[in-house]
């Protein structure tokens, strides 16, 4: 059993982490645009000479 | 596909979702935002960008012009935000390029933008991401009590464990269950209760028996039915947040559109841009081909054909002299017109329809949604349960206090309507996923409640009924090398016949030496000879005028005249889409602003037996008032900016993608393409929807009927309360997916 004592804290500290970066993301307005991101990764940006600056 | 290639295709949306636009250029100069370290910021509405294709296209053509730092345009809700350092463009290049590449930019007030953020919706997210993170780590920890509760976990292991859920615990739900607390607290204050009450309720109960069965070395702790719960209903709420602030942005691009800028001749003659809300009454304005008149005004000088489609809803354009009035919102078509202000922009048309346009929403406002009639009968039962749970312990059963209290929150753990705040959120979550992949637009949840009720619909004719707009009628009389000729001249002009010729003909030249004669027709010259397209008298042909508004001539040098005839078409299944709905028991009727004749001739081809001609804005109003006051929910099909108020008074209503923005701003959906069917699979697919969350909310009754009785009679352990709250979720959220597979469309 003493093997939850460290354990419990791992877990804890592994999911702790998944929930600070999914607050990260809604502040960073990751999800203010969900169709327009969906659509971006379809996007060559690299074919262009002068690529759109991305700001956030 | 790179920027460059992009560039190269026509203009407008590249996936064809969207015509190109071809409104004039706006100066948007007064809404620049100036930011700290020298560069301006400009905020616009873009309309007509639907795909990917959309983004690199305006994003690229702007990156392009000269110290511009960055350009992005958010898909979503249409806004770009474009920033840029120096001198060298001014605001107007960057309206002018996003118009050259075939959309329409309108400046956004700075102010709304600051608004815009979706605070509520970010605090839902977080909310429900720390509700998340307690519930599977707290699960963990129960799992594992639950599975040792025989003996095979010692009682101090047990404790550790019941402790760490609650640090854990505690603090996530106090966190996360704020909106459920606020909202709670503003309805008891107001002396109410809501849906929310017995959830904050539950919530502190069940935290506060955890801790004292916890203190005490009980067995059982409900710290993870307190965050599943909250969890649970924190998708719901988020979810249903979604499909308002969708509701919502429709009527901040309203605003929008009244930010409109302007020409004004200043004292010494020169030309100024303004917003139209700085317009006095005497102002001079400038009124180019493309523009829209921004408040209502006379013509001082000059002539021009203009588009009033926005005030009558009729496509054939008037022709406008010196002394004419002109209401804000319509667009001059050929030359250039002077204009005199004679009303500010809040007391002109545009203005006054926005008005009826919010009496019409404050009236659905007052619609009562489903769920909130399902929650209205439910918290009165729920409260009384708990109450008679506990005194029935306390008195008849002569249990102690700690057994009654805690058979009490049991009952308000169970009947917690996880699955009644998922009910109606999911399935509408559904339905509107699957209405936009077939090319509708809905923009509120309950929307789809109202649609279901309706037993009539009544429709615009132009633009609703009919394409709206004309086309070459006798194509086959024409030779094609005419037809060429005739686009040739044709493409210099935006007069709405001059465009179907250019439709009928595709891409090709411009004739040399053309010019727009406003009113006329269009002039140049064609391999060497002089040819002229427009009126008849004008052309040189003698006609009875008659059909002025519906055929134009073309003669080249001393050549016959060739007669074009033009005719605004029936959507192709009209016919099939209204006898559709009458088999549903749908009625349909049709309200016109036009003439008796054309209607008449209209309806009989729609299969229409119920119509009125020659109708204003206020006259649409009063027959829907009228239908009902006789207890007939009547939806509302329509185009134009004059239907927009009628559009709002109605039950539900649709309008095409071709449709007025404040048109398409005050309807529920909206649907693109030239076929009416999607006002049908919109009906059937509402009716659908309405039939899954009503299914669903007796599945709630039902699994409350099984669960009551075990809660009262204190057989719910934390195990079974788990079990069957994500149970009932999860068979409510599958029941709310069938629809996407369901065949509604056939």
């Not at chain 2, 057994?403 to 705040?421: D, F, Q, S």
Request: hydrophobic content about 50%.
């Amino acid at each position: 059993m003493s093997a939850l004592l460290y354990l419990i804290p791992i877990a804890l500290f592994m999911g702790g982490l998944g929930l600070a970066a999914f607050i990260w993301t809604v502040k960073s307005g990751q999800y203010d645009d969900m169709e327009g991101a969906a659509r971006r990764i379809l996007l060559d940006d690299d074919e262009d000479e002068d690529p759109p600056l991305e700001h956030r | 596909m790179s920027v460059s290639d992009t560039l190269e295709v026509g203009p407008g949306c590249p996936s064809g979702l969207e015509p190109a636009a071809d409104a004039g250029v706006i100066d948007p100069a007064p809404f620049v935002r100036r930011l700290r370290d020298g560069a301006a910021q400009l905020e616009l509405s873009i309309y007509g960008a639907k795909c990917g294709g959309c983004i690199s296209k305006i994003e690229g053509g702007l990156s392009k012009l000269p110290g511009v730092e960055n350009a992005r345009l958010n898909l979503s809700t249409g806004k770009l935000a474009v920033s840029w350092r120096g001198e060298i463009i001014k605001p107007r290049d960057i309206a002018q390029t996003i118009s050259d590449l075939g959309y329409r930019a309108a400046p956004f007030d700075p102010q709304a933008a600051e608004r815009e953020q979706d605070e509520e919706g970010k605090f839902l997210l977080r909310c429900m991401a720390v509700a998340g993170f307690a519930m599977a780590n707290v699960m963990l920890l129960s799992v594992a009590v639950w599975a040792g509760l025989d003996g095979e976990m010692g009682p101090g292991t047990r404790m550790m464990m019941h402790w760490i859920s609650g640090t854990i615990a505690i603090p996530a739900a106090l966190f996360a269950g704020r909106p459920f607390f606020r909202s709670a607290w503003s309805a008891l204050k107001n002396g109410k209760a809501n849906m929310d009450v017995p959830i904050s309720l539950a919530v502190f109960l069940a935290l506060g028996i955890s801790i004292y069965e916890t203190l005490n070395h009980g067995r059982h702790a409900y710290f993870d039915a307190a965050v599943m719960l909250l969890f649970f209903l924190l998708i719901g709420r988020w979810l249903d947040h979604r499909l308002r602030a969708r509701a919502r942005e429709a009527a901040q691009s309203l605003l929008a559109l009244q930010a409109t800028t302007a020409s004004r001749f200043t004292a010494n003659g020169l030309l100024e841009a303004v917003s139209a809300k700085d317009i006095a009454p005497g102002d001079r304005l400038l009124l180019s081909p493309g523009d829209r008149a921004p408040v209502n005004g006379v013509v001082e000088s000059g002539a021009s054909e203009v588009d009033v489609s926005l005030v009558t809803g009729e496509s054939a354009p008037e022709k406008m002299n010196a002394g004419d009035t002109l209401y804000s919102g319509v667009l001059n078509l050929s030359s250039r017109l002077i204009m005199r202000a004679t009303a500010r922009a809040e007391d002109s048309l545009i203005a006054d329809l926005t008005r009826l346009i919010e009496t019409g929403e404050q009236g659905k406002s007052k619609y009562v949604r489903l769920a909130d009639r399902a929650a209205a009968l439910y918290v009165p039962v729920v409260h009384t349960l708990a109450l008679a749970t506990l005194l029935g312990w306390l008195f008849i059963g002569d249990a102690t206090l700690r057994v009654a209290v805690m058979n009490a929150v049991a009952v308000l753990i169970i009947t917690c309507p996880c699955a009644l705040g998922l009910a109606a959120p999911a399935v509408q979550v559904v339905a509107t996923g699957r209405l936009f992949k077939e090319g509708v637009l809905v923009k509120s949840g309950d929307a789809l409640e109202r649609l279901a009720e309706v037993d009539a619909i009544v429709f615009d004719k132009t633009g609703t009924l009919t394409l709206g707009r004309m086309r070459l009628a006798n194509l086959d009389d024409i030779s094609h090398e005419i037809l060429m000729q005739a686009a040739s001249l044709a493409r210099a002009s935006r007069h709405p016949l001059a465009r179907a010729v250019v439709a009928a003909a595709g891409a090709g030249q411009l004739a040399e030496d053309v010019h727009d004669a406003p009113g006329y027709g269009v002039e140049g010259v064609i391999d060497g000879e002089k040819a002229r397209f427009g009126r008849a008298d004008w052309v040189g042909v003698k006609s009875d005028g008659a059909n002025a508004a519906s055929e134009a001539w073309f003669k080249r040098g001393d050549d016959a005249a060739v007669r074009f005839e033009f005719a605004d078409s029936l959507r192709t299944d009209t016919a099939e889409t209204i006898a559709a709905l009458q088999s549903e028991g749908v009625v349909s009727e049709m309200l016109t602003g036009d003439r008796p004749a054309p209607a008449a001739r209209i309806a009989e081809r729609a299969g229409l037996s119920a119509w009125r001609a020659n109708m204003t804005p206020t006259d649409k109003i009063a027959r829907l008032t009228a239908l009902r006051d006789k207890g007939v929910k009547a939806a509302m099909v329509g185009d134009g900016l004059n239907d927009a108020p009628a559009l709002a008074a109605a039950h539900a209503s649709l309008s095409p993608g071709t449709a007025a923005d404040a048109s398409q701003a005050a309807a529920d959906f909206v649907f693109q393409g030239d076929s009416l069917a999607p006002v049908l699979t919109a009906f059937e697919v509402s009716k659908k929807a309405r039939a899954r969350v009503l299914e669903n909310f007796k599945f709630a009754a039902f699994y409350n009927i099984c669960a009551i009785p075990l809660a009262v009679f204190g057989f719910v352990t934390p195990l079974i309360a788990a079990l069957a709250m994500s149970g009932s979720s999860v068979i409510v959220i599958a029941n709310a997916l069938r629809l996407k597979t369901g065949n509604a469309s056939s």
